[in-house]
């Protein structure tokens, strides 16, 4: 005899297919189809293959009928052409069909989303996006980073306003991979986002004063600036959506910037460093170091 758990399960998968089956009938009756019906009735019949009813939806909308509801108000808000798929969808994948439709019409949502009823209920609480700004963990944690953005980071001035004491562990990084004559080029103090702006757009470092904006979080777009340190969540209103929907093309483009001259700096990092340099001092720095290949070497290993 069946305990309750297991004819729970066969009546889910009953549901399953039921809802396979109208699909590929729905599929393989397409208006482009040779051999589609086009009489009303078939098409109604089409619309009603049935079986049994899902009784983990029924339970869901019994326990939490207001979330469901309003979940599927947003599907119908953002993607009316997808109500009815996601709506007879098994009850686990409706946030993953919505995120993947929303994502293609108007900007990518969170991917690291579960799946269960608190996460259903936060989800329609607020735009489930994945922030970017950069934080002052970030700037205190700096050696996570990759190369390029050490780099980058070395020369902006910092963002939380200590002087040049946040900087110091900073420089000393440049000074053990570069060396301690490159490190002392850099100003205490560094440059400002404006600064870097000015002195490197339409250069080939163009990008760098996209990086300084993104460090002083002032790159003006919300997913770039704001970070989980700070974080305010934005309502599923249709002005956000609209206003980031704007945004993620040139979000992306900034990120694409950024990621460019850091790449080119990894290509060669203490020449295209010393370059940087070069634009940002006007001055040779050439002058100031010396070439790896005069470098005295140690004998019997002293110095």
């Avoid at 108007?106 to 609480?125: A, G, H, N, Q, V």
Wanted: glycine content about 4%.
């Amino acid at each position: 005899m069946w305990d309750l758990d297991t004819l729970r399960y066969l009546n889910e998968q009953a549901h399953l297919r039921a809802v396979a089956r109208a699909q590929e009938a729905s599929q393989s009756h397409a208006p482009d189809a040779p051999t589609a019906p086009v009489y009303p009735l078939a098409n109604l019949a089409r619309c009603l293959l049935a079986g049994p009813p899902s009784i983990a939806y029924i339970l869901q909308l019994l326990e939490n009928s207001e979330v469901v509801v309003a979940f599927m108000e947003l599907v119908s808000e953002y993607l009316p052409e997808r109500e009815n798929e996601i709506r007879t969808a098994d009850v686990d994948d409706r946030i993953r069909l919505f995120s993947h439709y929303f994502g293609q019409r108007y900007f990518p949502l969170s991917d690291s989303l579960s799946l269960d009823d608190s996460t259903l209920e936060d989800f329609i609480r607020e735009i489930p996006v994945d922030l970017m700004g950069f934080s002052y963990e970030d700037y205190h944690e700096f050696s996570d980073f990759r190369t390029g953005y050490i780099l980058l980071l070395s020369l902006i001035e910092d963002p939380y306003g200590d002087s040049e004491g946040g900087r110091v562990p900073i420089i000393a990084y440049v000074s053990d991979l570069l060396g301690g004559d490159v490190a002392g080029l850099i100003p205490a103090n560094g440059w400002t986002p404006e600064q870097l702006h000015e002195l490197t757009d339409r250069t080939k470092f163009e990008g760098v004063g996209a990086f300084a904006d993104w460090v002083h979080s002032q790159t003006d777009y919300w997913l770039l600036d704001a970070n989980y340190d700070e974080y305010v969540g934005e309502s599923w209103q249709p002005n956000s959506v609209a206003a980031l929907t704007e945004q993620w093309p040139v979000v992306r483009q900034i990120q694409d910037q950024m990621a460019r001259v850091v790449e080119f700096i990894e290509e060669n990092p203490k020449k295209s460093f010393l370059e940087l340099l070069n634009i940002l001092l006007d001055v040779n720095t050439s002058e100031f170091v010396v070439p790896d290949e005069q470098l005295p070497l140690p004998l019997f290993g002293n110095a």
